[in-house]
DNA sequence: CATATGTCCTGAGAGC
DNA sequence: TGCTCTCAGGACATAT
């Protein structure tokens, strides 16, 4: 479920944790099968402990610890996966944990530790180099196992990327390859806003439909973001924070077949199917071309 | 029983 | 023909 705005939501709320040292790394007492932990829980804690976290950061759908050796711990949550500082849903899916101190003679209440919630257990954690980040990322050449992150990409660099794709935009959005961050949800949600019929192929939308798209991925995710994310009918967004967001009651498609388009109040919505996940779109607002 | 938010892998097929 | 792109399907694990 977390997508850009959820993860984003996840990154603020770990701003506290920002110049704390780490104490110690640990796959925590779980009942389920361990997820998947790179490189082994006892080489990372050597390689982390008593370094200081000096960045805290988002890259698509994921949660970046940056520390002052210059090594990332990514957090990767996939389905289910929830990173919080606090106190998680329960004890029964808490899978990795963190513990931290404050820098110098600490006094004061020891920092909450860091922790990865995960029902399903479909989630990543994994310690990269300067290197391997530089290559996750495409170092710049747009290349890497992850495109551009979604917030921060221009119009010409989305216009540039996408325009030569055979594929149906709608699946092309999703491709964490040419832009990062955007999810089931959000894909519907953008293109309705910017009035594109999901099943146009990328090569034949003109640049100013594409102009149009970005500035509605820029309006959507902010407005998701502003609302602190979504949570969705199976609640595990809501579970695991105090204060979940409310953009659920922002959608204007998704999960909403049948009921009345908001935009133009005339058509219902429909629900698709495209490389086998549900579409959402609004057959009046969303015209081919 | 079918469905659900994400990612990774493989193999087959399309088309430049 | 050859290469690249694209997609379907399965896997992961669990709840509604």
């Not at 640990?26 to 804690?45: Q, Y």
């Not at 949600?189 to 991925?217: F, N, Y």
Request: with cysteine; proline share 6%; aromatic share 4%.
């Amino acid at each position: 479920m977390p997508e850009l705005p959820e993860v984003e939501t996840m990154r603020r709320r770990l701003l506290p944790i920002l110049g704390t040292i780490v104490v110690s790394a640990a796959r925590t007492p779980c009942f389920r099968k361990p997820i998947s932990i790179r490189p082994r829980i006892d080489v990372l804690n050597r390689r982390i402990a008593n370094r200081t976290i000096v960045a805290v950061d988002r890259l698509g759908k994921r949660v970046v610890l940056r520390f002052d050796c210059d090594h990332r711990l990514i957090f990767e949550p996939r389905m289910t996966g929830i990173v919080l500082a606090g106190t998680p849903p329960n004890r029964e899916h808490l899978r990795f944990e963190l513990k931290l101190r404050q820098r110098g003679n600490s006094r004061g209440v020891p920092p909450c530790p860091v922790l990865f919630w995960d029902r399903r257990g479909l989630g990543r954690i994994e310690l990269v180099t300067p290197q391997q980040f530089e290559v996750m990322t495409g170092n710049g050449t747009g290349n890497g196992k992850l495109g551009p992150d979604a917030i921060a990409v221009s119009k010409e660099e989305l216009y540039q990327r996408a325009r030569t794709s055979r594929r149906e935009v709608k699946v092309a959005l999703l491709d964490q390859k040419l832009i990062a961050g955007i999810g089931n949800l959000y894909a519907s949600e953008i293109l309705h806003c910017a009035g594109v019929d999901p099943r146009s192929r990328c090569d034949r939308l003109t640049k100013r439909q594409w102009a149009g798209i970005h500035q509605a991925m820029q309006q959507v995710l902010e407005s998701a973001i502003a609302h602190e994310g979504s949570t969705l009918s199976d609640g595990t967004y809501q579970k695991a924070l105090d204060d979940p967001g409310s953009y659920q009651n922002q959608h204007r498609v998704y999960d909403r077949a049948e009921l009345h388009c908001p935009t133009c109040g005339k058509a219902s919505i429909r629900r698709i199917v495209q490389a086998q996940r549900s579409t959402f779109h609004c057959p009046r607002c969303q015209k081919k071309q």
